[in-house]
């Protein structure tokens, strides 16, 4: 029991520095006179319009973004709850 309680405290740090890497990491793609730079956790950075920086835009994305997420899991918990595995969908 100790051994595999080690082992998740290990995969707990190994997650938490891999979710920081992915925090780290920026994205562009340009199209046009618009950049968009994304992070890996797919978060939106930062959106450039003719190079200037627009915050509201950003802020916006992320709201929506994290909507259809929470849309998603919502319609994904009765699916995941009739798998029968503990803990989740319940």
Partial sequence: MMDQMKELMALQKKAGAIQEKLGNTHI???EGNITVVINGKQECVNIFIDGKETP????AFNKAL???QEIAA?????VMGN???PGIGK
């Fill in 56 to 59: 509201n835009i950003v802020k």
């Fill in 74 to 78: 919502h319609e994904m918990k009765d």
């Fill in 28 to 30: 562009e793609a340009d």
């Fill in 83 to 85: 798998l029968g595995i």
């Fill in 66 to 68: 994290k909507k259809s």
